[in-house]
């Protein structure tokens, strides 16, 4: 996996940026029209982990694994209903792929298609994924200014909030048909670890 390497001015400009981006909040999760009002709403939380721990993810995970996704997600009820309650405009692929660093250390944010109206911890969760890409030191950075340009912090949790919404991502990217064995892989660490918390 490319290590992606960010210094201190970028991960703090990062931050400030999506805290810029998570200003405008919205009632309900959904997605956009043309002048950005939420015509299609989308359901709880809850039901996306019901959604995506299908057939496909389930054979990938095992009994095992899969038993403890969903322990994990029962034991998780009132910090999902938590996650539901922080509805911004959020960029839904916010991941170090789609960060382009200029030359003055702007970073420059691409692939917006996805944008929607969502969960902050959805957007923070992607881009935290990796340890290997963002450093402890990063991160704290990163939290650091987010939180200082947000009308919203975070909460001193916002870890285990972070990588439970990220768990949708993960098992909506598992139950694809497709059979890669080393993307599924990092997958199921990446969720093993999520449940292992």
Excluded at 16 to 35: C, D, K, M, P, R
Excluded at 83 to 99: K, L
Excluded at 156 to 175: A, G, I, S
């Amino acid at each position: 996996m490319q290590k992606e390497v960010y210094n201190k001015n970028v991960i703090c400009e990062i931050g400030q940026s999506l805290a810029i981006i998570h200003e405008t909040s919205y009632n309900q999760v959904g997605f956009f029209n043309g002048s950005l009002n939420v015509t299609t709403l989308l359901p709880n939380l809850k039901s996306w982990y019901d959604m995506f721990l299908k057939e496909n993810a389930v054979q990938k995970l095992g009994e095992k694994l899969t038993e403890d996704v969903r322990i994990y997600i029962e034991n998780n009820n009132e910090n999902i209903k938590r996650i539901d309650e922080r509805v911004t405009f959020v960029h839904n692929d916010f991941r170090p792929i789609n960060i382009i660093v200029a030359n003055n250390d702007k970073p420059y944010f691409i692939d917006w298609e996805g944008a929607m109206a969502g969960h902050v911890f959805g957007d923070i969760g992607q881009f935290l994924r990796f340890n290997e890409q963002i450093t402890p030191q990063n991160e704290n950075l990163f939290i650091d200014n987010y939180n200082y340009y947000s009308k919203n912090k975070l909460p001193c949790d916002y870890k285990e909030l972070v990588k439970l919404r990220d768990l949708v991502n993960l098992l909506q990217l598992l139950n694809s048909e497709h059979d890669l064995q080393n993307k599924d892989g990092e997958l199921i660490r990446l969720i093993r670890s999520t449940c292992s918390c």
